[in-house]
């Protein structure tokens, strides 16, 4: 047999810790564990782009923080799969500081703004996005009987403000405008 494939899931199905038997890869906690491993697959680029510049919040190297935050997620899907992990409340507080972080440093944000920029800041936008649709299957998890905690729910839900303070922090930093939307018709 191969090692990097067991081929138990060639039918739609696969296990997690909390089910004896097989369930549908298109169970409501699958396709939140899998939307969780596609934020967590992303943000390794946005964690490389970010050592490449070398961009710093304070005396921390941004790519350290995202790597941070990567190894969280892990916690997250375990939590979700019937681990007994669970995100604690002090890293939700962590998130919100990074985001008074970036909020003392940006100017103030009255409008939403266009995504692009800068590489970087675009990539963060795309995470931010990400974040959003791995909550909204996370949820939905949860409300098919599936462990999420009230921590681990706000982690998510902030996680999306942290990649929008991020991408607003990378355009700053590189001295780009962004441009709001005017809804001209």
């Given amino acids: 047999m191969p090692g990097l494939y067991t081929g138990k899931g060639d ?14 890869k298109d169970s409501p906690v699958i396709e939140a564990l899998g939307s969780l491993d596609e934020l967590n697959s992303f943000l390794g680029i946005c964690k490389v782009l970010s050592y490449e510049k070398k961009l710093k ?6 790519g350290d923080i995202i ?10 899907q375990a939590e979700l799969a019937g681990s007994e992990m669970t995100i604690s ?3 939700v507080e962590s998130l919100e500081a990074l985001i008074a972080t970036v909020e003392k440093i940006i100017p103030p944000i009255k409008t939403f703004r266009i995504a692009g920029g800068t590489e970087l800041a ?4 795309v995470a931010r996005t ?9 949820v939905g998890a949860g409300e098919k009987g599936n462990k999420v ?4 729910l ?10 929008y303070a991020f991408a607003r922090f990378v355009n700053d930093q590189e001295k780009i405008i962004e441009p709001s939307p005017d809804y001209s018709l």
């Fill in 122 to 125: 675009a990539h963060f936008d």
């Fill in 57 to 62: 919040l304070e005396s921390d190297l941004l």
């Fill in 89 to 91: 409340r002090k890293k």
């Fill in 149 to 152: 905690g009230l921590d681990t």
């Fill in 154 to 163: 706000a982690f998510v839900n902030r996680l999306s403000s942290v990649f």
């Fill in 11 to 24: 039918a739609g199905t696969t296990k997690i810790f909390t089910s004896k038997e097989r369930i549908s």
């Fill in 67 to 76: 790597h941070a935050i990567q190894k969280d997620l892990f916690i997250v």
């Fill in 130 to 138: 990400a974040v959003r649709r791995a909550e909204r299957r996370v």
